[in-house]
């Protein structure tokens, strides 16, 4: 009871500040209703799933009607509502956004597979945010989901159909290949077949004879040039590995185009010396120089000069920074200058692509500049090109340098050997019963005596009943069963000191490397005429009779 007009006072005072304050909770209910309204709308606007999930127990307190997969009900947990689960992600296909976003405190973006309401799997991209309190803990964390069910669908389909595209290049380009090379094939098959013919006849001069024997020698060695070619082009290594005079290789490309290109064209020849030789095979390196010069020469159909300048050249750390793959240290460099039309930056970017070719249908395989690639690269290289629509094109080559060539010595192929050998023993090793027969007869119209193994295990039975008679052992590489590989090191086994020459159609790759290395005398290619064969088996008879190389 109030006793005094005082405390009456204050009392009066006491409730016209209650009344403010209720009055002002009120505007503040009403601001926070209409906040949380606000929200709440901003939220169901949102056209995808949208949670805020309890960091404690992954309990599911606030989701809009994009996000309702399922029951919330029934499945008040994010892992039970999108994944199905009776438990939290483990973390193997589906990473936990929630466990993530704990160990970090940051947003983090994951991509999981979640499931409608239907069963339905849908690919989903979900972001993930820490919602922190007062104190800076982590309470809650705010997870809104991209459906990119579409997306993944699209990229599926756009990759399979570029696949499909790819694969049907590969069959053109197959065709393209098969028709190129069947083309020069048949023109070969019909000189060796039609000359053959001529000396199966009775009655044939003896002049006729020798010049038909020629005619399909010549013939013979543009196919063993062809398949180089394919070799080069398929960067299965060098068949030959010698130093090679390029400025010399350069000299006989250039003579002997200036006699066959169009006369309007003219070739100019610039070598500055001292040029250094080079290591590689001398008729891969003289092909890529006719390719290259050809290509130059058809692209000046109007006339006009063609330059090629070869000169050395040093390279050091930053001039290497703009040309891939090429390394410090002294080359070769040749160039091939022409001024034609040139070419545009998309016809250039696919130009040493394998079967490209801006020709008309027939008039190309579009295998030059590739199988010139293929090559260079093959030979530690670099192939660039540079070109400009209307301006012409320049092509250079980078070649590792050795010593100037003026301190080279000839082929070896053209070497004769001081004596060869007769009345050794040879045991020729291949699976190719035809080849076993004309290599043989060659064999032993040199004066060797020849004992013939169509496989790996023949010649070890032959090397063990002729003991001590062999002299050498011309060895194939590619054979069915024992191999040559296993075949050697089961005639080393048998005799460490024994001479082995390797053979192959293949080129000399990995598997000769190795076996040159562990011992072996020497590497043949196939094909090989009378005069190679003779200088290899003169060289691997001279060479000393000890395992230790």
């Known amino acids: 009871m109030v006793d005094t007009p005082r405390e009456l006072g204050a009392l009066r005072a006491r409730v016209v500040e209650l009344e403010r304050s209720l009055a002002e909770r009120g505007r503040d209910g009403a601001r926070l209703e209409r906040q949380t309204r606000f929200l709440n709308n901003v939220i169901e606007a949102l056209n995808h799933p949208f949670y805020v999930i309890d960091t404690s127990d992954y309990t599911i307190k606030l989701a809009n009607s994009a996000a309702k997969f399922g029951d919330l009900a029934a499945k008040p947990t994010c892992y039970a509502l999108t994944h199905d689960r009776d438990e939290p992600c483990d973390g193997g296909d589906h990473l936990c956004p929630l ?10 973006t994951v991509e999981h597979v979640h499931y409608d309401h239907q069963g339905r799997p849908r690919n989903i991209e979900v972001h993930a945010h820490p919602v922190f309190d007062a104190d800076g803990t982590m309470v809650q964390m705010i997870e809104y989901c991209l459906d990119i069910t579409e997306r993944r669908q699209a990229e599926q389909t756009r990759e399979l159909l570029e696949a499909r595209l790819r694969q049907s290049q590969k069959l053109e380009a197959i065709g393209t290949l098969a028709g190129g090379v069947g083309h020069d094939m048949n023109n070969t098959l019909a000189v060796i077949m039609g000359g053959a013919s001529i000396l199966a006849r009775n009655h044939v001069a003896e002049h006729t004879r020798r010049e038909v024997v020629e005619r399909i020698l010549d013939a013979a060695h543009k196919g063993a040039a062809l398949t180089r070619n394919l070799l080069g082009f398929a960067r299965k290594g060098k068949y030959v590995i010698e130093r090679v005079d390029l400025g010399r290789v350069i000299e006989q490309v250039v003579e002997l185009l200036s006699r066959t290109i169009p006369k309007q064209v003219a070739l100019r020849l610039r070598l500055e010396p001292p040029l250094s030789a080079v290591e590689g095979d001398p008729n891969q390196l003289s092909q890529v120089v006719m390719n290259l010069c050809l290509n130059a020469v058809q692209a000046m159909s109007a006339g006009g000069p063609v330059t090629v300048v070869a000169r050395d050249r040093e390279f050091d750390r930053a001039a290497c920074d703009d040309r891939p793959g090429l390394a410090p240290g002294l080359y070769v460099q040749l160039e091939i200058i022409d001024e034609g039309v040139g070419m545009d930056e998309a016809t250039l970017e696919h130009a040493i692509e394998p079967f490209f070719t801006t020709k008309p249908l027939g008039e190309g395989t579009g295998l030059g500049l590739s199988m010139a690639y293929g090559t260079v690269n093959n030979h530690g290289g670099v192939l660039q090109l540079a070109s400009r629509l209307g301006h012409g094109t320049t092509a250079t080559v980078l070649l590792p340098a050795m010593a100037p060539v003026d301190q080279l010595a000839g082929s070896s192929t053209d070497a004769s050997p001081a004596a060869v050998s007769k009345g050794g023993t040879i045991l020729l090793v291949d699976d190719e019963e035809l080849f076993r027969s004309v290599a043989g007869d060659l064999l032993e119209s040199l004066g060797y005596t020849v004992l013939r193994a169509e496989h790996g295990e023949a010649a070890l039975r032959l090397y063990q009943q002729h003991a001590g008679r062999i002299g050498l052992v011309i060895l194939d590489i590619a054979m069915p069963g024992m191999g040559g590989a296993k075949c050697f090191e ?34 043949l290619p196939k094909p090989f005429d009378v005069n190679r064969l003779t200088v290899a088996v003169a060289e691997a008879l001279a060479s000393p009779r000890s395992s230790a190389r």
């Open 99 to 108: 466990q993530l976003v704990k160990s970090t405190g940051r947003p983090v």
């Open 490 to 523: 089961g005639l080393r086994v048998l005799d460490a000191a024994a001479r082995v020459l390797v053979c192959s159609g293949f080129s000399q790759g990995d598997t000769v490397d190795e076996l040159l290395k562990g011992g072996a005398v020497g590497f």
